[in-house]
């Protein structure tokens, strides 16, 4: 290892922006006229994921040097850290062991001298007992009813990951359980989300991490509130209607619920790589046990995948550095994922945690300043509802974005000629965005003179596709687990720590500081910069 982390200390950092200066001016066009193979010969393929990367602004040479960057990052070894569970997360001191909560029954993965797979598989029976009891109706509520509405309380990634995989597996779910999720601290989230629900009925599944976040608690305590009112403030009636999935016991019996109903998880599991933890419960009591365990199979064969497959066929790898080549040597600044799947709508807004909150980072594992663009921008929209909204931009505009495009063979609702629609669509908007329509071709059309400039489509945009069979259980572990090690792999080529979230800190403590000074009756002495003063004033006027 070198001292430095930085990735400009690695000797294919340099050959790359070599690299990159003579691959600029080259056009997708040219790079797929000159090279009829490369269409079949740049796709890689695994578990059950077919990946087609020909349509990027690289060539062969692009990703040897791309792979040499990551051999000499030691990435392999990287890998082979983060599962062995060293404590990679150097900054918390904590080993990053997500890996382990999709480990095998009767496999070891050692964490400070004890196996840890008995005890996410213990986690794991309970749930499913649990789970079992709610679906069946045999878990019954205060006044004897069966549970009908389960109302998870979280937020990050005790809050995304459960939405994202309701919506995912929402075929596969017991229609007869109402799953409604609370997260802002807006009191409009909460209030909106009881007004129609019989608390006889509901259960609260509050799940925190640290069991200390400001939203959540205050979200758990008005929905306790809320409960207690309709059984005449009696609290037995919370040990019915009230489980907790956290990591900390003192906090959960603080809050009044028996830890007999705790789902726990580990120090080892980072917010946003827990939703196959017990983070999980409300998908496992949406979509039952059974999905639950295909999920975990489809993470765990991406992760042994990640973990043995040569770098050039490795998907998070190619992906992953895919993504360094424009980030840090094309200045994009962003990455649209684009499902072509309904049922994965919230998959974006779960990869903007997962992907911003772990590679937003400014200095290496070290301490240094970093002299490239790190993580860039997740977003996007389910196809083809995007393509009506802002694809224009990556299409005329003048930034380059970098789009992955998900799509499946076959539709979990497969009426009349829809899928083959949707899928035609798939396939026109990568080849469209990466060879266009010129100029000669535009006037070709009898397009008027005046009109032509507006009409031509440069192209060059690169994109990536993702083919699937159908949108399983199995399939959704693997594209979550396909995207968390892509995000390993930047960050380690990066030089960056991927598992810390330092950033959301200083803005916690600040607005705990201000909370007081919203609400004290007298006018307080505010010390902050002028602006905020005057905004915290101006607040408590209109307020008043
Ligand atoms: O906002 C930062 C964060 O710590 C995320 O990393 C985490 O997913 C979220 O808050 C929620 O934390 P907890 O599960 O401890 O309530």
Redesign the pocket.
């Known amino acids: 290892m070198p001292t430095s982390l930085l990735a400009t200390s690695r000797p294919a950092w340099s050959l790359l922006q070599a690299h990159a200066a003579a691959m600029k001016p080259a056009h997708l066009r040219d790079l797929f006229s000159k090279d009829g193979s490369r269409g079949e010969r740049m796709t890689a393929e695994a578990c059950g994921l077919f990946l087609d990367y020909s349509k990027n602004r690289a060539t062969d040479e692009t990703m040897r040097l791309l792979f040499e960057l990551a051999g000499q990052a030691g990435l392999k070894g990287r890998i082979e850290a983060m599962f062995t569970g060293e404590k990679i997360n150097v900054t918390e001191n904590r080993a990053v062991l997500h890996t382990a909560l999709r480990a095998p029954r009767g496999s070891t993965v050692m964490v400070d001298g004890r196996n840890v797979v008995p005890d996410v598989w213990e986690v794991l029976d309970k749930m499913a007992a649990f789970a079992d009891r709610v679906r069946s109706g045999a878990w019954k509520g205060h006044t004897g009813k069966r549970i009908r509405n389960v109302v998870n309380i979280?937020?990050?990634?005790?809050?995304l990951g459960p939405v994202m995989a309701y919506e995912a597996l929402r075929s596969f779910s017991d229609r007869g359980l109402r799953m409604v999720f609370v997260s802002n601290v807006d009191a409009t989230d909460a209030a909106e989300a009881l007004r129609d629900l019989d608390p006889a009925e509901t259960l609260f599944l509050v799940?925190?991490?640290?069991?200390?976040?400001l939203?959540?608690m205050t979200n758990a305590q008005t929905c306790r509130d809320w409960l207690l009112r309709a059984f005449n403030n009696d609290a037995s009636s919370v040990a019915k209607h009230f489980v907790a999935v956290?990591t900390n016991a003192e906090k959960v019996k603080e809050f009044g619920i028996d830890t007999a109903n705790m789902f726990g998880f580990w120090d080892w599991v980072?917010?946003?790589y827990?939703m196959d933890s017990a983070?999980g419960l409300s998908t496992m009591i949406a979509a039952g046990p059974a999905a639950f365990t295909e999920m975990l199979e489809g993470f765990r064969v991406m992760d042994e995948h990640f973990r043995t497959a040569p770098l050039e066929k490795n998907l998070p790898v190619i992906m992953g550095m895919l993504s360094v080549w424009y980030a840090s040597f094309f200045g994009a600044e962003t990455v649209a994922v684009l499902p072509y799947d309904q049922y994965l709508k919230r998959f974006p807004a779960y990869l903007q945690?997962l992907t911003m909150?772990s590679n937003g980072k400014r200095v290496t594992l070290g301490g240094e300043p970093v002299t490239y663009q790190t993580g860039p921008v997740y977003w996007g929209e389910p196809g083809t509802n995007g393509q009506h909204s802002f694809y224009q931009l990556i299409h005329q505009g003048t930034k380059l974005i970098p789009c992955d495009f998900i799509g499946f063979a076959r539709s979990l609702n497969p009426i009349g000629r829809h899928h083959d629609m949707l899928m035609a669509n798939v396939f026109a908007q990568t080849e469209a965005l990466a060879f266009g329509k010129t100029p000669e071709e535009v006037r070709k059309e009898g397009v008027p003179e005046a009109l032509v400039a507006h009409k031509v489509f440069e192209g060059n945009r690169p994109s990536n596709l993702i083919l699937a069979e159908r949108l399983s259980p199995r399939v959704l572990g693997t594209l979550v687990a396909l995207y968390e090690h892509i995000v390993f792999a930047q960050g380690v080529v990066w030089g960056i720590g991927s598992f810390d979230?330092w950033g959301?800190e200083l803005g916690?403590v600040l607005a705990n500081r201000i909370i007081p000074e919203l609400e004290s009756k007298a006018e307080p002495a505010l010390g902050h910069d002028s602006s905020t003063n005057n905004v915290i004033r101006r607040y408590r006027k209109m307020k008043a």
């Open positions: 979280g937020i990050g990634g005790s809050d799940c925190s991490k640290t069991f200390t976040t939203e959540t956290s980072g917010g946003r827990s983070i945690q909150e979230q959301v916690k």
